[in-house]
């Protein structure tokens, strides 16, 4: 470049059209044609997920999408929300910024940071946290850790210039959230299995019953948004979302990936586990062709992937804080744990928790859990 001659301008446009929407879908493409431990989402999936139409959690959230263009080619986008039912759970005025992917330069951080910004203080946030793609309950936090694994179903990535770029515009850690990995060969604690023992005549653990999938789908609900109520900036699941999403599973797991258990005969605890789907699609560039289909149904169904991913768990409040709850959270790791074996699993994320959810990181770091990724909020005050 000359020495009088002045960078491009960053140009930032809202996406106003389907053709937008393919182009903000496919921008991670070209943000991580260099790293090898990507891996693409299905582009279909990501539709779904941006679509008023399809997607429960709409009927609670505004947002806004954006694209930063640099010399007629697209190197950075993000989403703004305003989420209704954070407002209603605490009390505040703060919105989310998310799926915030861009080049490595501190002109399209900051332009559409501050778009996502203006865009929510003019609708009266008081603060902004994020990322969130687009809730809480989705993919959420940004990589600051664990860049040279690939990411795993549901879970988001990143590159290691995110957190300067965003931090250099005011933004502060609110909290980190862990992803933990383990062998699930490990063995169970003489203490687990002692636990397990005392409250074996209270205690069952099952599969969810399929006969009764509703039902069991809003069990499911109650005991996460109850497990879940005093977790930091924590929005409970809707019906229909929660509905939604186990419709999904449903298609992709069998009955034994999703374990409850009960005592004297009542739900307090369950996990979900999922197959890799990252995985069973590495090579499939997001798309979904008819080749793609097939071999996206043969490895999840005749191969089950070696990596999987334990998403939801959860004990209601009445147990956390004593030995029955202990022995809940083992009895359901350990169905999980037979389970992912049995269809031929050998290693298992468990993702996300809290950093300061010491009680759930003590049992998991019993076990043999590793931290290996870590994912933050950032905010800032508007």
């Not at 693409?40 to 399809?54: D, F, Q, T």
């Not at 080619?73 to 954070?86: E, K, M, N, S, W």
């Not at 407002?87 to 951080?109: K, P, Q, S, T």
């Not at 209270?202 to 879940?228: K, V």
């Amino acid at each position: 470049m000359a020495a009088t001659e002045q960078p491009s301008a960053v140009k930032i446009t809202p996406i106003a059209s389907t053709r937008d929407l393919k182009r903000f879908i496919r921008l991670p493409h070209d943000i991580y044609a260099d790293r090898a431990e990507w891996r693409a989402p299905l582009h279909v999936e990501r539709r779904m997920h941006l679509s008023e139409k399809h997607n429960p959690a709409f009927e609670h959230l505004d947002w806004r999408a954006w694209l930063a263009w640099i010399d007629g080619r697209p190197v950075g986008r993000i989403t703004a929300q305003i989420d209704q039912l954070r407002e209603r759970e605490h009390g505040d005025r703060v919105g989310y910024f998310g799926m915030l992917d861009a080049i490595d330069d501190a002109r399209v951080f900051a332009g559409l940071l501050a778009t996502a910004e203006a865009w929510l203080a003019e609708r009266g946030m008081d603060a902004v946290h994020g990322p969130f793609n687009l809730t809480i309950n989705d993919e959420c936090g940004l990589l600051v850790d664990g860049f040279d694994t690939p990411p795993m179903m549901m879970m988001g990535h990143g590159r290691d210039y995110y957190a300067p770029h965003v931090e250099a515009e005011g933004y502060t850690k609110a909290v980190d959230m862990l992803a933990y990995w383990i062998d699930l060969a490990f063995e169970h604690p003489k203490a687990m299995q002692r636990l397990l023992s005392r409250y074996e005549s209270r205690m069952r653990i099952r599969p969810i019953d399929r006969s009764r999938h509703t039902e069991e789908l809003d069990t499911l609900r109650d005991i996460f948004n109850d497990a879940w109520a005093n977790n930091w900036g924590f929005v409970p699941f809707t019906e229909a979302e929660f509905r939604d999403m186990g419709n999904t599973l449903k298609l992709l797991i069998a009955d034994d990936l999703v374990q409850i258990a009960e005592v004297n005969g009542t739900p307090a605890a369950f996990i979900v586990g999922l197959p890799n789907l990252n995985e069973a699609a590495r090579d499939l560039d997001g798309r979904l062709s008819p080749l793609g289909v097939a071999k996206l149904l043969w490895r999840l169904k005749a191969r089950f992937p070696q990596t999987s991913r334990v998403p939801l768990m959860g004990v209601r409040q009445a147990y956390q804080d004593g030995p029955l709850g202990a022995a809940l959270a083992f009895g359901v790791i350990a169905a999980m744990q037979a389970s992912l074996r049995k269809h031929g699993a050998s290693g298992c994320e468990l993702s996300w928790i809290l950093e300061d959810n010491k009680g759930m990181r003590d049992i998991i770091e019993r076990l043999g859990a590793t931290a290996y990724k870590t994912y933050r909020i950032y905010r800032k005050t508007l």
